[in-house]
């Protein structure tokens, strides 16, 4: 009787937890046995496991050969595991413990041939090993440079099992650690581009200053679309925390690129408005996978003619967008995804949608059933709504617009003046600031809070609303350079929701 064993990683969201893998050869007619509440992909493993095995030229056990992993009531998916189940198998057959491998986390799928395969989920797999403590991880060579944007533990890469299977026995090398080379900085398009719209550029800017959601309607062809694609240009780098949050949702996702996997610009999601309520917020059978939502997180998810869109997918992102976390539950456990968006809506006035609005055919009915597409709760939670109108050629004047570069600076300027302002309370940006906070102590002056407590006295205004109208009005403050909101920023801030001063 053998008993070899190895380490790895199952992956939960963006969650990991430690799978200890057993391989025992036993007595008994020669056979595979899989223990662990393995999904079928890591059943299929032991075929591939074997013929990895054998096509190296090592001896395959002709016994009852029982592998488990633990722990053993612990849904397990994907392909991952192969690499270290093929470990504990050779471990076994030599009779022969390598302190490499109990000290190892190992990743990877292998090939028939024996050439270990890239996975998914490398990047949250290594956070989960460090954390933890584990001195060394080994990953196919083609996610090295994924692994390597994680401090604090060795980092290997392997190409086939021959070479892992020497490296264990203390005769081989692996190719080490990587920097990962930055991604080519993007030219953003240019907020000079748009024509006209003041006001809804400057909306633009309000929101990239606060983290704000945004509204957009408007005849088609009026620059809905262009100013939501100028919005990432405005925000500023991610953190090193909020770039490793971001780049594991997509290593999660397989979106990362080989050679520069780490993500460090706000992303820029658009689904097309036909998408599912899966395609929207995540999911799948088994564990759930994230979506559009997740992979926007940190940055900007843009929904274009959103009356389009179904219903449940939209009524899907109330809680997520309250929360900056989304946690679909499916048949194999919860997965947990950071959602930390700003959503940007845009839509037509109508169905048939003119380039001028007094040519519309549509009904009275059919014009309000548009435009109640979404609902109350929902659109309390967007925080700034621009109603845009066709401009003349005639009006347009020679002067461009301000370019990206001149806004960014006063954007990137008011996030600082935000941050250096909640970093106490552990918050970075006005639109992730709590309620309470804003009660009390940082708590307006009785003149600026009057018409605000009029617009809730008299309904026009829900109490999330009243939080909200506040958050704007402190990024108002902040690209201004003022020390603390006026009544000037908050009649402003309210007239962005639609509620008057009266």
């Known amino acids: 009787m053998a008993l070899g064993r190895a380490f790895s990683v199952a992956v939960r969201g963006v969650d990991g937890e430690l799978v200890e893998i057993e391989a025992d050869i036993g007595n008994g007619l020669p056979g595979v046995h899989l223990v662990g509440l393995g999904d079928a992909a890591l059943k299929e493993s032991r075929d591939r496991v074997r013929a990895a095995i054998t096509n190296c030229k090592f001896s395959w056990p002709q016994a009852r050969l029982t592998l488990a992993l633990s722990p053993a009531t612990l849904p397990k998916a994907g392909s991952l595991y192969d690499m270290a189940l093929a470990a504990a198998v050779l471990s076994a057959q030599v009779k022969e413990d390598w302190p490499r491998l109990e000290k190892t986390v190992l990743l990877g799928e292998l090939a028939l041939d024996g050439r270990v395969r890239p996975v998914h989920g490398v990047l949250p797999a290594v956070l989960t090993a460090a954390h933890q403590g584990w001195p060394a991880v080994v990953v196919p060579v083609e996610n090295l440079a994924e692994a390597s944007l994680v401090d604090g533990i060795e980092v290997w890469g392997v190409r086939t099992l021959k070479q892992l299977h020497a490296w ?90 080989g050679d520069t996997p780490l993500i460090t610009r706000p992303p820029f999601v658009a689904p097309h408005h036909t998408s599912s309520v899966v395609a929207l917020v995540g999911g799948g059978s088994g564990m759930a996978r994230p979506g559009a939502l997740s992979r926007a997180h940190r940055g900007v998810l843009f929904l274009d003619e959103f009356p389009e869109i179904n219903s449940g997918a939209l009524e899907a992102l109330r809680t997520p967008l309250e929360d900056g976390e989304i946690r679909l539950a499916r048949r194999d456990g919860v997965a947990r995804y950071h959602c930390r968006i700003q959503l940007v809506l845009a839509a037509n006035l109508c169905p048939c949608a003119p380039p001028d609005p007094r040519d519309c055919v549509c009904g009275a009915a059919e014009r309000r059933r548009y435009r109640t ?130």
Not at 182 to 202: K, T
Not at 386 to 391: F, G, I, L, Q
Not at 443 to 461: E, H, Q, Y
Request: include cysteine; aromatic fraction near 4%; proline fraction near 5%.
């Open 373 to 502: 597409k979404l609902s109350g709760p929902l659109v309390d939670r967007v925080d700034l709504r621009v109603e845009m109108h066709a401009s003349r050629e005639g009006t347009f004047s020679d002067e461009e617009g301000e370019s990206t570069a001149v806004v960014r600076e006063r954007v990137w300027a008011a996030r600082e003046a935000a941050a250096e302002r909640w970093r106490p309370y552990g918050f970075s940006t006005n639109a992730e600031v709590s309620g309470a906070l804003l009660r009390r102590e940082f708590r307006l002056g009785a003149d600026a809070m009057k018409p605000l407590r009029t617009a809730v006295d008299r309904g026009r205004l829900s109490i999330r609303g009243r939080d909200r109208t506040l958050r704007v009005a402190w990024s108002l403050c902040d690209l201004a350079g003022r020390v603390a909101p006026t009544k000037e920023d908050v009649a402003t801030a309210m007239s962005f929701r639609g509620v008057g001063e009266s």
């Open 168 to 257: 264990l026995a203390g005769n081989g090398k692996l190719a080490g650690r990587v920097d990962s080379r930055l991604p080519e900085p993007e030219v953003p398009a240019d907020l000079a581009d748009v024509v006209g719209q003041s006001q809804a550029r400057f909306a633009v800017e309000v929101a990239a200053a606060g983290g704000h959601n945004l509204m957009m309607t408007g005849p088609p062809g009026i620059g809905k679309t262009m100013l939501a694609q100028r919005l990432p240009g405005l925000l500023p780098p991610l953190s090193h925390q909020d770039a490793l949050e971001v780049t594991a949702i997509h290593s999660v996702a397989g979106l990362l690129a």
